[in-house]
């Protein structure tokens, strides 16, 4: 715990309202006071820092990241070539890269080999350094499989996920992630098959067996994250009494109706989509799949921002940990990509990204704004974001980084990355997809 003071910061305060000058105290990691410019009196012994000309928010939170799976270019990579010793070890050095972008918090919904809970304790013990971190284990999929389909074996465990196909196997494998200490559950609603007809995915899942699970883990106390890519997932996660959704995408009127009655958040997550409609001809992508994802933002932006203006919460997620979506690099994306598809304000998009992502960390009302009481979890910037969103992928612009007052050190320490054997394979991209390259 640290006692700071920040004076004459440009304060954007992460609830949508306009930026303020002003002071901020923090007091044994938590904001103590927020107030106007010279409202707070510096006390003996206290750090001060003069902010003067640098903007003052609450670190980003990514709602939908994996941390455990470094950056693979292919299903294939990702289900048959990584060990679970090593990915921990990656996942460890990974985490500190979403620090130095401004992240402070992130929720990983599903891991390789149940590994968000160790990456996690290290992270909350001392051990390694990193954000605050929410995460579930391996996620639900029944044996249609989700977005890798015949990689999905019918029974078992491949990759991120556990197979069950019985109301006694969803109830074991709930039980068995809570035992291990899971912050989350993660269901893979939907799913793609070889003659897929509709668009988006099917679901794979019962209304009744969506409920089981829901039913299971709320009665220990566990919230249900799902991946919902059709109207009929949504619409039935939010019956089962599911807590969020990811994706969200191709909601009827009927669909946006229920949601907006339940109010559950929804994380659209489309930056992996913009990347790759945007930027795919530099990863060797096809042509025909980078319009199909293009149109999947086109397509649900008027309905998911409908939601939004009912009060629905949205959140922002970058799916970071695809080669894609490469650590570091794109967490801002989510924020440009709400302002410029779903039209909303810079200062809103900002809120979806800190103090709507709470909910994600289980931290609602603790984190994510800059007020009385909340955790002092602080991003100091060199720059406007309230004017132009993009800047917060800047990393030059970036002064300093806060965990609960306490300062994170910026500088990259890490050793140049040599290959490992066996590690990177095929390809659905032929490179990682870095910020620099594409942007620099």
């Not at 899971?182 to 679901?203: C, M, N, S, Y």
Request: contains cysteine; negative net charge; glycine residues 10%.
């Amino acid at each position: 715990m640290h006692d700071l003071l920040i004076r004459n910061a440009s304060i954007i305060d992460g609830t949508g309202q306009a930026a303020f000058d002003g002071d901020l105290l923090v007091r044994d990691g938590r904001i103590a006071s927020v107030g106007s410019v010279g409202s707070i009196d510096e006390e003996p012994d206290i750090q001060a820092v003069d902010a003067t000309g640098l903007t003052l928010m609450p670190g980003l939170i990514d709602a939908h990241c994996h941390i455990t799976f470094d950056e693979p270019r292919s299903n294939d990579e990702l289900f048959f070539h990584r060990r679970a010793g090593l990915a921990a070890i990656i996942a460890a050095r990974n985490v500190q890269r979403l620090l130095r972008a401004g992240v402070t918090g992130f929720l990983d919904a599903d891991c390789i080999y149940d590994l968000g809970v160790d990456v996690r304790d290290a992270i909350e013990s001392g051990v390694i350094e990193g954000p605050r971190m929410s995460t579930g284990g391996y996620a639900l999929l029944t044996s249609v499989g989700g977005t890798a389909g015949q990689l999905i074996p019918d029974a078992g465990t491949r990759g991120y996920a556990k197979i069950v196909s019985s109301r006694a196997e969803i109830t074991t494998e709930v039980r068995r992630q809570v035992k291990t200490g899971v912050d989350w559950i993660k269901v893979h609603v939907t799913g793609l098959i070889p003659r897929q007809r509709d668009a988006g995915e099917i679901q794979a899942w019962s209304l009744d067996e969506l409920r089981c699970v829901c039913d299971t883990a709320h009665e220990l106390g566990v919230p249900v994250v799902g991946h919902c890519r059709n109207p009929t997932s949504i619409r039935n996660s939010v019956r089962a009494g599911m807590d969020m959704i990811l994706h969200a995408t191709f909601m009827d009127e009927p669909t946006l109706e229920e949601v907006i009655e339940a109010k559950v958040p929804l994380v659209p997550t489309f930056t992996f989509q913009a990347n790759l409609a945007d930027y795919g001809d530099q990863v060797g992508a096809n042509p025909d799949l980078r319009e199909v994802f293009r149109r999947e933002i086109e397509d649900s932006a008027q309905t998911l921002r409908r939601a939004y203006d009912a009060g629905v919460p949205l959140l922002c997620g970058s799916e970071s940990g695809f080669s894609l979506t490469p650590y570091g690099d794109w967490h801002y994306r989510e924020l440009q990509v709400f302002v410029e598809a779903l039209g909303l304000t810079p200062l809103q998009a900002i809120s979806c990204a800190t103090r709507e992502c709470a909910v994600a960390l289980g931290l609602a009302g603790q984190v994510g704004e800059l007020a009385e009481g909340q955790l002092a979890d602080l991003l100091l910037f060199d720059g406007d974001p309230a004017a132009d969103v993009k800047i917060l992928g800047e990393r030059s612009r970036i002064k300093a980084v806060y965990i609960g007052g306490r300062a994170i050190d910026l500088e990259d320490r890490d050793p140049p990355r040599r290959p490992i054997a066996g590690w990177r394979t095929s390809a659905y991209s032929d490179a990682i997809l870095r910020r620099r390259d594409v942007l620099d």
